[in-house]
């Protein structure tokens, strides 16, 4: 998964997949975990999930802190 810092960036890194001509599995949605979050293809067919959740938090180097 590739983990945003809020749910404008799931929708701007699937609108750049679009413009690649790259392949969405799933629109952006909210997810039942209360999250936000779409699906996309790579060109070589593995499947990446885009994700912002209320709980992240991310680093001075926004770098995701678990």
């Known amino acids: 998964a590739y983990n945003v810092k809020n749910k404008?960036?799931?929708d701007s890194?699937?609108?750049l997949v679009k413009k690649a001509g790259g392949t969405i599995?799933?629109?952006p949605q909210v997810a039942f975990w209360g999250g936000y979050h779409?699906?996309?293809a790579d060109p070589d067919g593995?499947?990446?999930e885009v994700a912002w959740g209320p709980g992240f938090k991310f680093d001075e180097d926004g770098?995701?802190?678990f």
């Open 38 to 40: 779409a699906y996309f």
């Open 25 to 27: 599995i799933k629109e």
């Open 13 to 15: 890194v699937i609108e």
């Open 8 to 10: 404008e960036d799931v």
């Open 63 to 65: 770098l995701l802190k």
């Open 46 to 48: 593995y499947y990446w």
